[in-house]
């Protein structure tokens, strides 16, 4: 695990030297989704705080096993109506916003106790590639909306670029569509792009966040068809 570890930051830290930028400027989500509890304690116990799930049920008995590390977590898979009170209630972060009825569903069950809820809006940079994420023209409408929200903080864009291509110009265009909303008036901080196989790619480009499972946990198993 510590190798593993070690190596993904060495990686980050050597593009954001390359891109001009501080390595602490990018911040490593791990993705655990598939691994059990015992791979997070032991990334935890090398200084990993966060960790990326994309399955509520799987990710709550993780939670449960793990609590008391004072773990922060990250909701990055698709999200259903039915588990928004449960990713209200249990993770730090939501980095899939593609829909005004999500987000105020997620904002109206977040928990009164908690602080808000950290969300980014999912892009559609690959146009009909990918069927995820909001188109780049329905952008500045969502935010608009989610921003006003009282239960979310609205950090900034996340995307997936379509696999096979080349990834750099879909991340620049998502760091042009942040930079054009702080430029009417919000004020983002938060690019959520880059994984085990293109993290260079999006820290040259302006990410924040790299989303890393594969390069530290190992491959996963393949979904069955
Ligand atoms: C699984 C997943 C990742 C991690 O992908 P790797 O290729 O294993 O690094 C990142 N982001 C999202 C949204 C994912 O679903």
Not at 83 to 98: L, N, P, Q, S, Y
Not at 126 to 145: D, H, I, Q, R, T
Not at 158 to 176: K, N, Q, S, T, V
Request: with cysteine.
């Amino acid at each position: 695990m510590a190798p593993a570890l070690d190596a993904a930051q060495a990686r980050i830290a050597e593009a954001a030297a390359r891109a001009g930028r501080r390595a602490d400027e990018v911040a490593l989500v791990a993705v655990s989704k598939t691994f059990p509890a015992e791979a997070i304690r032991a990334a935890a116990a090398c200084g990993q705080r966060d960790f990326g799930e994309n399955y509520v049920q799987e990710a709550r008995a993780k939670q449960e096993e793990l609590a008391g590390l004072g773990l922060v977590w990250h909701f990055i898979g698709p999200i259903q109506s039915n588990k928004t009170r449960d990713i209200a209630a249990h993770f730090d972060w939501v980095h899939g916003i593609e829909r005004e009825k999500i987000a105020r569903r997620l904002s109206e069950q977040r928990p009164p106790g908690l602080p808000p809820l950290n969300v980014c809006i999912q892009v559609n940079v690959s146009g009909e590639a990918s069927k995820s994420g909001a188109a780049p023209g329905e952008v500045a409408a969502l935010a608009g909306v989610v921003c006003n929200l009282p239960g979310l903080k609205l950090r900034g864009l996340m995307a997936i670029p379509e696999a096979g291509g080349d990834p750099r110009p879909r991340f620049r265009l998502l760091c042009e569509l942040r930079d054009a909303l702080n430029a009417g008036g919000l004020a983002l901080d938060t690019l959520s792009m880059g994984m085990s196989q293109d993290l260079e790619s999006a820290i040259l480009e302006g990410a924040t966040i790299v989303r890393v499972g594969t390069a530290i946990f190992g491959s996963r198993p393949k979904p069955r068809p």
